[in-house]
């Protein structure tokens, strides 16, 4: 037996007993979200309670009445108590594997919308802080940079037809033993992954493997779990030339090559357990589209080029079309999520030209509109996944969208504004800043979005 043949061998069995192992720690995960604490203390409670009431009815059956009030507040409305992620009989706490599976085949989507909810308050406030956490890039670091409300920290998503666990980093890194992450996309993919690393932080401090030049691309591991997390820098997803500073200041349109995928994450595809993909704004800058290493036409390009206006639009659909056909025909093995593009919170203005974001509280669903460009991006994601989810479950490929237009936008509070950068009106007061409403403060409102993947991954079938 040569060196190959045993090196698969022993990844054989790590991946048999990486499942074994993933499979308790969810069982354990229901079970605990699911369960009563300290159930037979209760039980003997209300025991108590019941004999003596009945005592107190044999010898004084004229107080009944009054005894029932008494009794009544604690006998609990079932109405109250949300329906939960999984039942698990307390009862029969050994139930036989096969019953076990044929609960896990029932996904959290038939039980649960995680993407339909409010932001109630949460007085516990986040679980990690910019002194904590190092990880958190300047630009997100808003209580660093001098924010003065801390009131955005304290909120919490709540699904309304199901409780959603906060995230237990803990659990979640005894379920990711040996397991890798990649997050692919733009600057909200590098926002999402300090977010993960930070809340994770609290448990194990990662060590950084590797960066790109720029530190856009980069990968961390967590040694006592031997879990690789890593975020790829690919704003488009298909291959592109792009002409910018740091600063994003463009010397020229980007062309992009809408035939041919990116393959800085396409080569590394396979190789990961989870993928969540992603992309969207970068579509609306001034970009020339090519076919074949053909010129098909631009987008808001220079007048001077005389080629064909053919809108971002028609770029996005196509780039989409594209990723989504090569993940559900990929026949990977792992778990694949689509999130959809973020909306942004600029008011009275853009980024460039003015606009803010000065609001201090969450908003109800319907006080902040969708702007028209975030309705058009969303709907070609809509509709491009919900085409790529029929054939990849046709392949036995898993693809999960995380929609979380709703969550978002009813958060113009969480974004860094003018704190994008240290201190920004320490030498003046009235300081014209640019402001950055489209990015999250860490800690802000996108750590909720790390509390619904968990449960997602948790209740995978």
Request: net charge negative; with cysteine; proline share 6%.
């Amino acid at each position: 037996m040569d060196l190959t043949t045993v090196a698969k061998e022993r990844e054989r069995g790590s991946r048999g007993a990486d499942k074994l192992r993933d499979k308790k720690m969810k069982l354990k995960w229901r079970a605990s979200s699911c369960l009563p604490k300290n159930s037979s203390l209760v039980l003997k409670l209300a025991a108590v309670f019941l004999l003596l009431g009945f005592g107190f009815r044999i010898l004084f059956r004229s107080y009944t009445d009054s005894l029932d009030r008494i009794e009544a507040p604690l006998m609990i409305d079932r109405r109250d108590i949300p329906e939960p992620a999984m039942t698990v009989d307390a009862a029969h706490p050994a139930e036989e594997e096969s019953s076990l599976q044929s609960q896990d085949q029932v996904t959290v989507e038939e039980k649960c919308d995680l993407f339909t909810g409010d932001w109630i308050p949460n007085p516990s406030g986040p679980i990690y802080t910019n002194e904590s956490c190092p990880l958190i890039e300047s630009p997100q670091n808003c209580m660093k940079n001098g924010r003065p409300d801390t009131g955005y920290l304290y909120w919490r998503w709540n699904p309304r037809s199901c409780e959603l666990p906060p995230f237990d980093a803990g659990r979640f890194l005894e379920l990711m033993r040996n397991k890798t992450w990649a997050l692919i996309g733009d600057s909200i993919s590098r926002n999402h992954v300090q977010s993960v690393l930070c809340m994770l932080s609290t448990v194990e401090k990662p060590i950084e493997m590797y960066h790109d030049e720029e530190y856009k691309s980069r990968r961390w591991h967590f040694p006592s779990y031997n879990l690789t997390i890593s975020v790829v820098w690919s704003p488009f997803l298909v291959k592109a030339a792009i002409f910018e500073d740091m600063n994003g200041v463009s010397t020229s349109e980007v062309k992009l090559y809408l035939d041919e995928l990116d393959s800085k994450w396409t080569n590394m595809y396979q190789n990961i357990d989870y993928v969540i993909i992603s992309t969207g704004k970068w579509f609306l800058k001034s970009s020339i589209y090519y076919e074949n290493d053909t010129i098909l036409g631009c987008h808001n390009c220079d007048q001077s080029r005389n080629l064909t206006e053919l809108r971002f639009d028609f770029a996005y659909e196509k780039t989409l079309h594209k990723v989504m056909d090569f993940i559900s025909n990929s026949n990977h093995k792992g778990s694949i999520f689509f999130r959809t593009s973020t909306p942004d919170h600029f008011e009275n203005g853009e980024w460039h030209n003015g606009g803010t974001c000065p609001r201090k509280a969450p908003v109800k669903e319907g006080e902040f509109e969708l702007k028209p460009v975030n309705r058009v991006l969303l709907e070609i994601e809509l509709r491009e996944f919900e085409k790529a989810r029929k054939q990849a479950e046709r392949n036995g490929v898993k693809l999960r969208l995380l929609d979380f237009t709703n969550l978002s936008l009813s958060r113009p509070d969480g974004h860094p504004g003018p704190y994008r950068k240290f201190q920004p009106f320490a030498r003046d007061v009235n300081a014209t800043v640019q402001k950055d409403c489209l990015h999250w403060c860490l800690p802000g409102p996108i750590d909720a979005w790390n509390d619904v993947i968990m449960e997602m991954v948790v209740n995978a079938d």
